[in-house]
């Protein structure tokens, strides 16, 4: 089982940027896809955004043209920069690893907040 330690959340005014990691215990070169997701309180998690190990990306619609996936495999790291955020963007974001045959792991989560 891969563990995921995600980091880089944070209080950001409306308009601001941060960029969100995710770190994994093994080599992420072989993981199908990694992915963010995020829970707003009171609200489902919901996707935010995937890649997959050949570098295909997919957004939600609320949020493309503003974040980014990328991974680094020589990190094991997988990134989620936020830009132009909003209020509506707050909530905890987790990272996602999909392992295949149907096992998955996820991180922790990573606090998001934009508020002025």
């Known amino acids: 089982q891969v563990q995921l330690v995600e980091s880089g959340g944070g209080l950001v005014q409306p308009g601001g940027s941060l960029r969100l990691s995710c770190a994994a215990s093994?080599?992420?070169?072989?993981?199908?896809?990694m992915g963010w997701y995020r829970q707003a309180p009171g609200k489902q998690r919901e996707f935010v955004a995937r890649?997959?190990?050949?570098?295909?990306?997919n957004y939600a619609v609320s949020v493309k043209g503003r974040f980014t996936i990328s991974r680094d495999s020589a990190k094991n790291t997988a990134y989620l920069q936020l830009n132009s955020l909003k209020p509506e963007d707050t909530a905890l974001y987790y990272c996602?690893?999909?392992?295949?045959?149907?096992?998955?792991?996820w991180g922790q989560g990573t606090q998001v907040t934009v508020s002025s």
């Open positions: 890649i997959t190990k050949g570098g295909t990306t």
């Open positions: 996602n690893a999909d392992l295949g045959w149907g096992r998955d792991s």
């Open positions: 093994a080599s992420i070169s072989s993981i199908n896809s």
